[in-house]
């Protein structure tokens, strides 16, 4: 299948798969809070954003590789552009859009927003995200911060047509062992959030 400009039309008013979607790539062992014990936990707030731009005709998306940080749990781990909402931030729309530009110098005022997926709460540290997809009109010129990542990765949208129901599973250092279902892309290790995220959107696609 490929996309053409219509892509985004389609993306709009797509059905949401939600947590149906987010269970393919699920950790076996994550524990499952309804949103009220979610509240009560005091979660800090996120978000994250899928940006969508064309390269060579072909619709992309950036992820990126984190920076090794010994503080932080999701160190040297593949994610989406995005963090912590700050309050000057109107919305989670301007979180997304603002931490895009941070981390890998999108700008700011090329990036529109499409909607919002279904949000994900991180139990190990205790963020409820809100995952954004959105487009830039400008072909990004990547300039990372060195403090949050290291790479950016740009995955091709029909690479996630394919998706697994049953994925391959992992023994991760970063999962304490464990195996976890991953997104196994050209040698690149997804999971977590970050794959339970774009499993929705492999699932949103697919309904187009």
Same mark, same amino acid.
């Given at each position: 299948? %490929?996309?053409?400009?219509?892509?985004?039309?389609?993306?709009?008013? &797509?059905?949401?798969?939600?947590? *149906?979607?987010?269970?393919?790539? %699920?950790? /076996?062992?994550?524990?499952?809070?309804?949103?009220?014990? =979610?509240?009560? @936990?005091?979660?800090?707030?996120?978000?994250?954003?899928?940006?969508?731009?064309?390269?060579?005709?072909?619709? *992309?998306? /950036?992820?990126?590789?984190?920076?090794?940080?010994?503080?932080? @749990? *999701? %160190?040297?781990?593949?994610?989406?552009?995005?963090?912590?909402?700050?309050? +000057?931030? @109107?919305?989670?729309?301007?979180?997304?859009?603002?931490?895009?530009?941070?981390? =890998?110098?999108?700008?700011?005022?090329?990036? @529109?927003?499409?909607?919002?997926?279904?949000? =994900? !709460?991180?139990?190990?540290?205790?963020?409820?995200?809100? /995952? !954004?997809?959105? !487009?830039?009109?400008?072909?990004?010129?990547?300039?990372?911060?060195?403090?949050?990542?290291?790479?950016? =990765?740009?995955?091709?949208?029909?690479?996630?047509?394919?998706?697994?129901?049953?994925?391959?599973?992992? &023994?991760?250092?970063?999962?304490?062992?464990?195996?976890?279902?991953?997104?196994?892309?050209?040698?690149?290790?997804?999971?977590?959030?970050?794959?339970?995220?774009?499993?929705?959107?492999?699932?949103?696609?697919?309904? +187009?």
């Amino acid at each position: 299948m %490929s996309f053409g400009k219509d892509l985004l039309r389609k993306i709009k008013t &797509a059905e949401l798969p939600g947590i *149906h979607a987010h269970g393919v790539f %699920s950790p /076996p062992s994550r524990p499952v809070f309804t949103y009220e014990e =979610i509240l009560e @936990r005091n979660p800090k707030f996120a978000a994250v954003n899928i940006v969508l731009y064309l390269k060579n005709e072909e619709w *992309h998306f /950036p992820l990126i590789q984190r920076t090794i940080n010994e503080h932080d @749990r *999701h %160190s040297g781990q593949i994610s989406l552009p995005g963090g912590k909402r700050e309050e +000057m931030d @109107r919305d989670f729309a301007e979180t997304a859009i603002r931490e895009t530009s941070e981390e =890998i110098g999108i700008e700011k005022h090329y990036v @529109r927003i499409i909607r919002e997926m279904s949000p =994900i !709460y991180i139990p190990p540290s205790n963020f409820y995200v809100y /995952p !954004y997809i959105s !487009y830039t009109k400008k072909n990004p010129e990547f300039v990372l911060q060195q403090t949050e990542a290291v790479e950016v =990765i740009e995955f091709p949208v029909t690479s996630f047509l394919s998706l697994p129901d049953n994925p391959e599973m992992m &023994a991760l250092p970063g999962a304490g062992g464990n195996e976890v279902p991953v997104i196994n892309f050209n040698g690149y290790i997804i999971w977590g959030a970050t794959a339970m995220i774009l499993s929705e959107f492999s699932q949103l696609l697919k309904k +187009m």
